[in-house]
């Protein structure tokens, strides 16, 4: 079955620590996209990548940092410079050239708690 | 910034009850209004998606409504069950913006 995964589902860690979030698709979509959830928001864009080896600054960029080596993957990086942290991390991937037609296909979301 | 209000944010209901909630945008450089379905530790899944002022869309016993003139969409839930326990999402989609712009979503909650 074709989709989305992101692991893991929760993650804890340190204040101060660097933590990767992981989302990898097999589902042959060229764009892929980071959002983040906070209680009572809409989702907000922190990154996107409409093709390998580049990706565009969303809304909320400030203390994340992404990559995309692979077609397949698009891992996150919450930095110790993200001031707050703890969020639902939620990541997704669509066609590029019909993303906002079709719209997305989703990942499970990961929570991201920082102590 | 760009709001996109659903209302309520969250509705509790019998089964067998009709529900309806609210989308609300600007209408500015409309492209598409789509709508989620996420259900708890789920993946959001696809609904809708209406491009066209009074697109009218229909799945099973959901249904929802477009307005590109004055910024909204309803979405109609006939006959609640305790299945379409959810938050329910609209996104929606402007000419010249590659993104999408997220509602809080309307989480509803069927009693059985």
Sequence with gaps: DGGITQSPKYLFRKEGQNVTLSCEQNLNHDAMYWYRQDPGQGLRLIYYSQIVNDFQKGDIAEGYSVSREKKESFPLTVTSAQKNPTAFYLCASSIAAVGLTVGYTFGSGTRLTVV | ?112
């Design chain 2, 1 to 112: 910034i760009l709001n996109v209000e659903q209302s309520p944010q969250s509705l509790h209901v019998q089964e067998g009850d009709s529900t309806n909630f609210t989308c609300s945008f600007p209408s500015s450089n409309f492209y598409a209004l789509h709508w989620y379905r996420w259900e708890t530790a789920k993946s959001p899944e696809a609904l809708f998606v209406m491009t066209l002022n009074g697109d009218e869309k229909k799945k099973g016993r959901i249904s929802a409504t477009l307005n590109t003139k004055e910024g909204y969409s309803y979405l109609y839930i006939k006959g609640s069950q305790p299945e379409d326990s959810a938050t329910y999402l609209c996104a929606l989609a402007r000419s010249g913006f590659n993104k999408f712009y997220f509602g809080s979503g309307t989480k509803l909650n069927v009693k059985p």
